[in-house]
């Protein structure tokens, strides 16, 4: 018996040896060829070969073969990958959009606090020049990267107010931006407290144990944590927000990888602060990693009921690390089980109480998404609108009145603008199939009337979705004054998702 276990063992070791040889001969191999192609296209091939061009595209190319969050970052490029993991940058902290109509990057939105906002700038600003060099024709991309810099840095900024047709100039100083991990956290609707935690960058626990703290001393009744949106960030810091709501020494996360150091367990190591108000979380399929751990963990330990769609799906971990010439690495080390012993990845975390979004209305996107020509009649009105009105009501009780709703739309028809019917698309291609299966002559009366029903009326479109374009609107020119934290108090006031977790809170047991 001895002696058959010892054989057994050593069969098997040598079959786990020759399989590691097996890998290193083919590791070797493929290298070699890799190189030996190389040498031949610098040699022969009839361009000059750009050497970071084309060995990057094959390290990208054999990155992406394995999953979609292991990334090589050149030296050029380390600075993306810290702003990702801290949300932090050094700039002006202003969104930019490009107009389509005026071929140029203008403002889209300064955020609070930052040099845009303290040196004026305002939504619409046409970015002339930064410095020297012009900005005309330029994309988003190309003045990001002349408007970030090193902190502490100072350039002349030259734009061009469409309201008042004037150019003006400024010295803006660049500082460390980060975007507030909780942009807004308040009382709503009877002594319901809510948070939203837009992503988990460094600290990000800290301004949360603030927020909740401030909440709970405001007497709150309930709680909603909003997830929805928020892609992710630090383990370590959702850990510590879970923490918070279940006692201490509890398995939050788990992961496991090839090499021992990525095999870890993450337990809760102090006291909460509240393990009894009723919570639910928000999530959507944009809710992915730490947040899928937040709300997983919540969920397993029956803290917190989940409300929404199903989140994103993405169970794994990723670490940096450094490599050669002061790039860097985003590796995936492990995968992630919460303490019920699943793994999201790939499935998503499922809610207790299903509730979708609104859909957005095909005429609505082609009025304010950015990027579009079609939007430029809104950007416009919505400019206009600033010029006139130096404040407006508070973001929570703001709104259009039906008249000054009455002039936008007036400037839509007037504007000559026009939407892909896609009722009317899909209607087209049905009569060509009829007309290919013989059914089109039998129903041509029912089809020519239903076509007629779903020619575009541009006027009844605008009036039918009045309500959603209204708060489309209302949106925009509330973040020109209030800037995030408007923003969410107003999205809140139509948010039904938010309402059944009010619902749900205020009838919980």
Known sequence: MAIGLCLLATSLTTAAQNAVDDDNFKMSKNLEIFNSIYRGLDMMYVDTLDADKVVGTGIQQMLRSLDPYTVYYSEDNTKDLRTMLTGKYAGIGALIRYNLKDKCVVIDEPYEGTPAAEAGLKKGDEIISIDDSLMKDKDVAYVSSRLRGDAGTTFVLKIRRPSTGKQMQMKITRRPIQMPA???????RDDIGYICLSSFTEDCAKEFRHALIDLKNQGIKGLVLDLRGNGGGSLSEAVKIVNMFVPRGKTVVTTKGKIERANSEYTTTVEPIDTI???????NAESASASEITCGAL???KRAKLLGTKTFGKGLVQVPIDVPYNGQLKLTISKYYLPSGRCVQGTGVEPDLEVKADSLPNIVYYLTASGLDSTEVLLNYEIDYLQKHPTIAPAKDFDLTDEEYDEFK??????????????SKILTEMKKVMEFEGYYEDAKAEYEALE??????????????????KQAIVSDLVAA??????????ALRNDKQFEKAVEELKNDK
């Open 410 to 423: 007036a400037r839509v028809l007037a504007s000559g603008f026009t939407y892909d019917n896609q009722s």
């Open 182 to 188: 909780i942009p807004y956290y308040g009382v709503e």
């Open 277 to 283: 108000t009723p919570m639910i979380i928000m999530v």
């Open 481 to 490: 004054y209030y800037y995030q934290k408007g923003i969410i108090q107003t």
């Open 452 to 469: 007629k029903k779903l020619q575009h009326n541009l006027a009844r479109d605008l009036d039918r979705n009045k309500k959603v374009l």
């Open 299 to 301: 969920q397993d330990y």
